[in-house]
Every structure is written in C-alpha cells, then in structure tokens.
C-alpha cells in the first residue's frame, strides 16, 4: 500500500507536487507562527518568574494552549478601520507585501536532502530580494495611512532594515565565497563534516553580523524601535486594527522563523548532524542528515530570539544606525578580504582535499 501510494505519487506532474509541498508548508508556518507566540509567552513567564497565559484551554485540556486561536478569533471579528484620509488601496495591501515574501522564501529553503520546492542554483540570490522586498511594505504601511506618527514610525524602520541589510549581505558574501554556489543545498552539503566543519567556525564574525542584522531586520528587541510605545505609539503600523494588524504581526514572527532557518542553513549545516564527522556515529541515526536536525536548530534560534527580548534594554536609534553603519559593515569587509587571504594560500575549510 505505501509503494503504491509512493509510486503514485512520483507519477505525478512536477508543479503538482511542487502545489502541495506549498500548501503544506504554508499551513504549518502558520501554525508555527501561532503557537511561536504562546511559545514566547510561556518562556518570558519562565524567565520572569510567573506563569504566562494558563486560562484559555485547547479541547478542555492544556491549559494556555488555546490563546494562539483565541487571539486570532479576536483580531478577525474586530473591526477594520481605514482612516478617512488614507490612501485606501495601499493601506490595504501594505500588511500582504510584508507578510509574502516571509513565506515566498521558503520556496529554496532546503528542508532535507531530498525536499526543496524550487531547487533554484540562484537560491542565494532569491532570497535577499525578497528579504529586502520586505521594507516596502513598512514603507507603503506607513506613508498610506497619512498619519505623522506612523509615517515617522515606517521612515525609522526602513532606514534600520536598509542599514542593517547592508550587513546581512556583505555576510552572506563571505558565505558564498566558502560554498562556491549561490544553491542553498549545495551551501549546506558544502558544510559536511561535522559541527567544527559548519561554517560558523570559520566565519564566525560573519555569523555574529547575520545574526545582530537577523534580530534588527526582524524589528525584534533590543531593535524594536519602530514600535516604540513610549515614542512613537506603535510605529508604522498605528492606524492598522483587526486582520490588517494580525497580517503585520504575523509577518514578523514568520520572519524570525525564516531567518532563523536560514541561519542554521548558512552557518550550521542546516540538514546535516552534528555527529557527521565521528567515526562512531557513522551509520547511525545520530549521523544521518535530515529535518528534525534542521529543526531543531530552528527550535534552539528562535529561543535566542526569545532570550534577548527578555534579556536587553532597547537601544537608542542613534546607536542601533552606528552599530549598523560604523561597525557591523565595516567588519564585514574585513573578515571577507580575511577569507579570501585564507582561500588563496588553502588554509582551513580551502586546503585542498588529499
């Protein structure tokens, strides 16, 4: 019964097997993105001594474990105001140009060895335009609602994720240069070896900027600046309620998970195993590459998302631009002339393989 089913399922057409890939993936990013939230409750609670949310029940049981669909029963029946002054066709299709590319970009995201939706070689490439697509819908957002504060709120955050994309990809530069090719799977098979054969090793400055820019790219704290309460009153996003307010928010807990696989594909051998690299595992479970090793980097990265909004003060905007512009950038070139010293004389992960 399995071959068959297995069979029929190779005989499909490419594209129709590439459409339920996507619907799967989908379906169980929003999901995450749901439960994410509730994830993130419980482990601020823990980390400040209290309990996080324990009323809402899922099925009668679990307590907590219902307030993601709570929270989105609550935000859908809520009224939808646009203000009488805005533009009202981009103030309405703001939230879904933040909101697609977090989920378009999985599209090259190598899940296994054998599972990627669009098995591009220009991966790399693909997914920095569409990371950078992101900051027109914070401007459209925040420019449509002609609003003072929500167009400060959309000009703070767009100069803070232009700065900081600067950065992500003169980081991804010195990754591209340690793989050869701009294929997320290849970045990763390129990886195997074991955990001092990741590239987090050898680019580990590289690795510090992509993830000081993931958490800054993210609007996540101590970069939340664009929602400042105490200064802004929310940010770009102000004049939004109900659903359109629920698209921005989901965006931008899709968008940790995507950075946060991405991380672990460009620095941590996304489907490999840590073990890889020991005579004693080989032939194991433990050494075998698959999804739940990608997963569980995900798991451990969006945890440090966590861990930092619980654990720093938020900066000032004067000193998130000087991080951005005067260190991160500047550290990134050098580390990439660095690599490329130590490419030239095949030095570390470059020798030449006897």
């Known amino acids: 019964m399995l071959m068959q089913a297995l069979n029929l399922w190779q005989a499909l057409p490419q594209y129709v097997r590439s459409t339920v890939w996507i619907l799967i993936v989908t379906v169980v990013l929003i999901l995450c993105v749901a439960f994410l939230t509730l994830w993130e409750r419980k482990v601020l609670g823990w980390m400040q001594l209290r309990r996080g949310p324990n009323r809402v029940k899922l099925l009668g049981l679990f307590p907590g474990l219902g307030q993601p669909f709570a929270d989105v029963i609550k935000l859908l029946i809520k009224e939808i105001i646009v203000p009488a002054r805005a533009n009202k066709l981009l103030f309405r299709i703001a939230p879904a140009i933040a909101l697609v590319p977090a989920f378009a970009a999985w599209a090259v995201v190598p899940l296994s060895p054998d599972l990627t939706i669009a098995n591009v070689d220009a991966g790399l490439l693909y997914v920095l335009s569409l990371t950078s697509a992101a900051v027109y819908g914070v401007i459209l957002a925040g420019w449509a609602a002609n609003s003072k504060y929500a167009f400060l709120g959309a000009m703070r955050s767009a100069a803070q994720i232009v700065a900081y994309e600067i950065a992500m990809g003169f980081a991804l530069v010195g990754v591209l240069m340690a793989a050869g090719s701009l294929n997320l799977g290849t970045i990763v098979r390129q990886q195997h070896g074991g955990l001092l054969a990741w590239n987090w090793f050898w680019l580990f400055p590289l690795f510090i900027v992509y993830a000081i820019s993931g958490v800054a790219e993210t609007n996540r704290a101590p970069f939340d600046v664009a929602e400042g309460e105490s200064e802004i009153v929310a940010g770009f996003h102000v004049e939004y309620s109900g659903i359109g ?54 798991f451990l990265a969006l945890f440090c998302f966590i861990w930092f909004r619980a654990t720093f003060p938020r900066y000032r905007y004067d000193q998130i631009m000087r991080l951005g512009w005067k260190i991160l950038i500047p550290v990134t070139l050098v580390w990439i002339t660095v690599e490329g010293v130590l490419s030239y004389y095949q030095i570390g992960p470059w020798r030449p393989v006897s």
């Open 245 to 298: 307010f629920a698209l921005f928010f989901l965006a931008e807990y899709a968008n940790m998970i995507l950075i946060s696989a991405l991380t672990a594909v460009f620095f941590f051998g996304g489907w490999l195993s840590p073990f890889d690299g020991f005579s004693w595992a080989q032939g194991t479970l433990l050494a075998a590459p698959s999804f739940a090793w990608l997963a569980l980097k995900i």
